[in-house]
């Protein structure tokens, strides 16, 4: 009993030097001067989005570490901030970080529409054509999961059920400013 309550506590000090290192050694950056994570070799931090509708958020990379969140939307967009091992340390649209296991993410490309935008009633318009000028194709809440097909310049063209058309950049959460994304 007491080499089982030895070994847990070592386990937790490995634990929390672990996020300790991996935060040092990933440190978080601005998406203009990103770095190969240490596990993966892909930028971080970089945007991906989660695979499953229940997803705990846990306060460090295990298992045993308490789950401070669990979302529960598939395809919402986190932006990966850090690695460490089988763990990602991730943020969300309000700010909240914390650590997911890799595998419940995904490298799909989605974004929420506005998600800072408080305003009742307030609606955005996805547009047919990459311009201020164009047709409307639909009217968009703020805070609805888009699927980015792609970004060049200001504008990205995404799809929500089954309706293309094209958003500002600047109104999404889940691509950075001026990013390209084919």
Request: proline share 5%; with cysteine.
């Amino acid at each position: 009993m007491e080499i089982e309550r030895m070994v847990a506590a070592r386990r937790s000090v490995l634990a929390g030097l672990a996020l300790l290192a991996a935060m040092m050694a990933a440190p978080i950056a601005r998406a203009q001067d990103m770095q190969a994570g240490p596990v993966t070799g892909l930028p971080v931090p970089r945007y991906v989005s989660l695979k499953t509708d229940r997803v705990n958020l846990r306060e460090g990379p295990s298992k045993e570490h308490r789950t401070r969140w669990v979302y529960q939307r598939a395809g919402l967009p986190v932006e990966i901030v850090a690695e460490f091992e089988t763990w990602r340390r991730v943020r969300d649209a309000d700010g909240s970080e914390g650590w997911v296991l890799h595998s419940l993410l995904s490298g799909r490309r989605t974004a929420l529409v506005a998600p800072w935008s408080k305003a009742k009633g307030e609606t955005l318009s996805l547009l047919r054509e990459a311009g201020e000028g164009s047709a409307v194709v639909a009217r968009l809440e703020p805070g609805v999961i888009a699927n980015v097909a792609s970004c060049a310049g200001s504008w990205c063209r995404v799809s929500i059920g089954g309706t293309e058309g094209y958003l500002r950049q600047d109104r999404l959460w889940g691509v950075y400013p001026n990013e390209k994304v084919d």
